[in-house]
């Protein structure tokens, strides 16, 4: 299971790769937000599911293998319009360390 559209590229090129490469693989798709009926699902049925990494843990009938496919995914910060000061400073703070 993969999201197979609307998500990101990296998802699409991900995506693309395994239709080009395994044109036998049958590909289900996954909603564009994963939740615990998702992960119940592909548990029940055996299926395998393509995720971040920071759902490692989010079954413990899961067992997590990293992809070397070359594919990274950009994060960001979302903040509010009208942070706080403190958030401001965070920041400005992040923005010296990570040099952005």
Not at 8 to 37: G, H, M, T, W
Request: hydrophobic share 40%; charged share 25%; aromatic share 12%.
């Amino acid at each position: 299971m993969i999201i197979t559209t609307g998500d990101s590229k990296q998802n699409q090129d991900l995506l693309n790769k395994i239709r080009n490469k395994y044109n036998n693989v049958e590909i289900l798709d996954a909603p564009f937000f994963y939740d615990i009926n998702v992960f119940n699902k592909c548990e029940e049925n055996g299926y395998l599911l393509i995720t971040l990494e920071c759902w490692k843990d989010v079954h413990p009938a899961f067992k997590t293998i990293s992809l070397s496919s070359g594919e990274t995914i950009p994060y960001g910060i979302i903040y509010s319009k009208n942070a706080s000061k403190e958030a401001l400073n965070f920041l400005e703070i992040l923005k010296k360390v990570i040099k952005i």
